[in-house]
């Protein structure tokens, strides 16, 4: 990480005092997956568990240089054996964590959520962003740009509880959550805007607990408060929100990909919902976002004792 995300440098620092969750990883078969959970371990910030075929970890430990000696290996034949074997042994309770390897992320979240054996709770399963912006003054949280295609309004209370429970365990009292549209009003001719005027509603009537909500909020007067002067807007969140609560999986993702890519971004990100925080990374992945994602679990995994 570099100077301009110094809240992310914030974060992993916090992360590096705490007990370090052992992680289960499943299928680290490329250079880029062995090296993201091999660098969290150096940092300090997880114990990890490498579940896959043996032969070809040490291969990718190799490539990349870095050593195995005091890493455990659970070896298995294939990814779909790794992700089964990866979820037993958080069931077991052998793992606090669990992170995504080589694998494709539907393989992974299969066993995660299958009925029986997986890591279900009451919840639905989300995805959040954790972003260091740097023009804004605090880390930005986006949810749910990576598991929920189209969620229903139902869902979408799961998906603002999840990113609340994370928000406060990294340290966010009472977060401030944006529900995201392409305007700020409420129109027939926009559903999403309705659902968020749903959602803020059912917050007034405590079915939404441990955040203030506000939408429908268009992104400029979410996160600017002279936009959200401009248009008027009087609320405790316009302008200074901590949370984006985006209306599909396909805004999510163009939204995080042009902060990234156009704003200097960098986070991580982390699958709440299910009994154990899930990091799911990707070879695109800087080192700063492996360590955040990490850091974030290891928040995660103490906080819930």
Same mark, same amino acid.
């Given at each position: 990480?570099?100077?301009?995300?110094?809240?992310?440098?914030?974060?992993?620092?916090?992360?590096?005092?705490?007990?370090?969750?052992?992680?289960?990883?499943?299928?680290?078969?490329?250079?880029?997956?062995?090296?993201?959970?091999?660098?969290?371990?150096?940092?300090?910030?997880?114990?990890?568990?490498?579940?896959?075929?043996?032969?070809?970890?040490?291969?990718?430990?190799?490539?990349?240089?870095?050593?195995?000696?005091?890493?455990?290996?659970?070896?298995?034949?294939?990814?779909?054996?790794?992700?089964?074997?990866?979820?037993a042994l958080v069931r077991a309770?052998?793992?606090?964590?669990?992170?995504?390897?080589?694998?494709?992320?539907?393989?992974?979240?299969?066993?995660? /959520?299958?009925?029986? @054996?997986? %890591?279900?709770? =009451?919840?639905?399963?989300?995805? &959040?962003?954790?972003?260091? !912006? *740097?023009?804004?003054?605090?880390?930005?949280?986006?949810?749910?740009?990576?598991?929920?295609?189209?969620?229903?309004?139902?869902?979408?209370?799961?998906?603002?509880?999840?990113?609340?429970?994370?928000?406060?365990?990294?340290?966010?009292?009472?977060?401030?959550?944006?529900?995201?549209?392409?305007?700020?009003?409420?129109?027939?001719?926009?559903?999403?805007?309705?659902?968020?005027?749903?959602?803020?509603?059912?917050?007034?009537?405590?079915?939404?607990?441990?955040?203030?909500?506000?939408?429908?909020?268009?992104?400029?007067?979410?996160?600017?408060?002279?936009?959200?002067?401009?248009?008027?807007?009087?609320?405790?969140?316009?302008?200074?929100?901590?949370?984006?609560?985006?209306?599909?999986?396909?805004?999510?993702?163009?939204? /995080?990909?042009?902060? @990234?890519? %156009?704003?200097? =971004?960098?986070?991580?990100?982390? &699958?709440?919902?299910?009994? !154990? *925080?899930?990091?799911?990374?990707?070879?695109?992945?800087?080192?700063?976002?492996?360590?955040?994602s990490a850091a974030v679990a290891?928040?995660?995994?103490?906080?819930?004792?």
């Amino acid at each position: 990480m570099s100077d301009t995300h110094a809240k992310l440098d914030a974060l992993v620092a916090r992360a590096r005092n705490l007990p370090k969750p052992v992680t289960a990883v499943a299928h680290p078969c490329d250079a880029a997956s062995l090296e993201g959970a091999l660098q969290a371990h150096i940092a300090g910030l997880i114990t990890p568990i490498l579940v896959g075929p043996i032969g070809r970890i040490r291969a990718a430990a190799a490539e990349v240089g870095l050593s195995l000696d005091d890493v455990r290996i659970v070896d298995t034949p294939h990814s779909h054996a790794s992700a089964a074997r990866a979820v037993a042994l958080v069931r077991a309770g052998e793992a606090q964590a669990l992170m995504k390897g080589s694998l494709h992320t539907d393989e992974l979240m299969a066993e995660v /959520v299958a009925k029986d @054996t997986g %890591l279900r709770t =009451a919840r639905r399963v989300s995805h &959040v962003f954790i972003l260091d !912006v *740097p023009t804004y003054d605090k880390l930005l949280l986006v949810t749910d740009a990576a598991v929920n295609i189209f969620p229903t309004l139902d869902d979408k209370v799961d998906i603002i509880a999840n990113s609340i429970d994370l928000a406060r365990a990294l340290g966010i009292a009472k977060p401030l959550i944006a529900i995201l549209s392409a305007v700020e009003t409420v129109t027939a001719k926009i559903p999403s805007t309705i659902e968020a005027a749903a959602l803020c509603k059912m917050a007034e009537r405590g079915q939404i607990v441990g955040g203030l909500l506000d939408g429908p909020l268009a992104f400029d007067n979410a996160i600017n408060l002279d936009a959200a002067r401009t248009k008027h807007i009087v609320s405790p969140v316009a302008g200074q929100a901590d949370i984006l609560m985006v209306p599909d999986l396909e805004a999510g993702n163009m939204l /995080v990909k042009t902060l @990234t890519f %156009l704003a200097r =971004a960098d986070g991580g990100g982390i &699958v709440m919902g299910a009994r !154990v *925080p899930i990091i799911l990374t990707s070879r695109a992945d800087t080192v700063g976002a492996r360590l955040a994602s990490a850091a974030v679990a290891a928040l995660l995994a103490n906080g819930r004792g």
